[in-house]
């Protein structure tokens, strides 16, 4: 039986050798504690749903998609200290990225997005970094921003909160645990209040901000609430592959309508 077309870890040279892939897809995670009841991929396993279900949607659409193998680790520089919280630093991420980016280039594939799933992970400063040096487009999406949380959410929360873990009801409920085994994902606000504030910025102590490691309350989390924004998630972020997928990359920019 043939995998699904868009997955390159599904697919094989039979197919892959009769395709023109115009973008791939790079989901990118990390390997962490998510409060007391999701699991330490949590932000892989949320990063492949998502991927799998816009690529699928893109497909269908015409655009020739490939989601890579997602990224186990990510940045935990401010989680040292809580036991296989697995830091990958953001230079290590950018030569992982050029090695990848420059292997696709040279078969063709000069488009990629990148799908972060983890808060830890900045693309942005890797992205500005690499660009000029490269021939590919790069770009990135949070895939759990593209959309508005607040209406599909009391309290979306920022790690392990009612967001991720309806999701992860929602796409591996045998991997979460019951919520009444679950932290309240308390969080501790900084003492100064530019940081509290959210104008000045300083990567936080994880262990000192929050006792479970969560951060936001997972309570009122339900699989039907994670089905809804990941189907909004995954439309749009298949329409902005299909644009990608489309776009002439020497002219990106149109003129404001006068
Ligand atoms: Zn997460």
């Not at 893109?58 to 186990?72: F, I, K, N, S």
């Not at 009612?162 to 645990?177: F, I, N």
Request: net charge negative; glycine share 8%.
């Amino acid at each position: 039986m043939a995998g699904r077309p868009y997955i390159l870890a599904e697919t094989n040279w039979k197919a892959v050798s009769g395709t023109a892939f115009d973008v791939a897809v790079l989901p990118w995670g990390a390997t962490e504690a998510h409060n007391w009841h999701l699991p330490y991929a949590t932000d892989v396993i949320q990063c492949d749903a998502v991927a799998a279900e816009a690529a699928r949607r893109a497909w269908e659409r015409g655009a020739r998609v490939a989601v890579l193998p997602t990224v186990p680790f990510g940045v935990q520089t401010g989680q040292l200290d809580i036991p296989f919280c697995l830091n990958l630093n953001p230079t290590t991420q950018l030569a992982v990225l050029r090695d990848l980016v420059e292997s696709l280039a040279g078969q063709g594939v000069r488009r990629l997005a990148i799908l972060n799933g983890h808060g830890g992970n900045d693309f942005r400063a890797i992205i500005r970094e690499l660009q000029p040096r490269v021939d590919s487009f790069l770009c990135a999406i949070n895939w759990w921003n593209c959309v508005d949380p607040r209406p599909f959410f009391a309290q979306p929360g920022d790690h392990a909160g009612e967001l991720e873990t309806s999701v992860m009801m929602h796409v591996a409920p045998d991997l979460v645990l019951p919520l009444d085994e679950a932290g309240p994902g308390r969080e501790r606000k900084a003492r100064i209040a530019g940081l509290r504030e959210g104008w000045a910025w300083a990567p936080r102590r994880w262990t000192a901000v929050t006792d479970d490691t969560g951060v936001g309350d997972p309570s009122a989390a339900t699989p039907e609430k994670g089905a809804a924004f990941l189907d909004a998630v995954a439309d749009r972020i298949s329409g902005f592959l299909v644009e990608l997928a489309a776009a002439n990359l020497d002219d990106l920019y149109a003129d404001a309508p006068a």
